[in-house]
């Protein structure tokens, strides 16, 4: 991001755990630096990778804009988002 915006959510995030009774904080493992955004989900298995990858590296140097993001959604989730494991904890509005 090119402001604080994410460090100040992250804050406000450790702030909450910390002035909740959650047994366990954000950072008890070790301390979040990093953030992600999953752009697509293939919905089946991947049948053509080298195609893929050669589109992928003719795109890596292209510019594909911004966007303003409204709103943000915590979610409990396993690594493969299988729909039957999530749970949407909250949605945030981000304030523009």
């Known amino acids: 991001m090119e402001d604080s915006s994410l460090n100040e959510i992250r804050d ?3 702030r909450d755990f910390k002035d909740s009774t959650l047994e366990q904080s954000m ?3 070790y301390l979040i ?3 992600h955004a999953t752009v697509f989900r293939f919905s089946q298995q991947l049948t ?3 195609k893929f990858l ?3 590296e003719n795109y890596r140097n292209h510019n594909f804009g911004t966007f ?3 709103e943000l959604e915590l979610s409990y989730n396993d690594w493969y988002h299988q ?3 999530v749970t949407n904890l909250h949605q945030f509005k981000m304030i523009n």
Do not use: S
Request: glycine fraction near 0%.
């Open 12 to 14: 406000n995030l450790r």
């Open 83 to 85: 729909e039957r494991l």
């Open 33 to 35: 630096q990093t953030a």
């Open 54 to 56: 050669e589109l992928l």
């Open 27 to 29: 950072d008890e493992r």
């Open 68 to 70: 303003q993001v409204n």
């Open 48 to 50: 053509q990778k080298e």
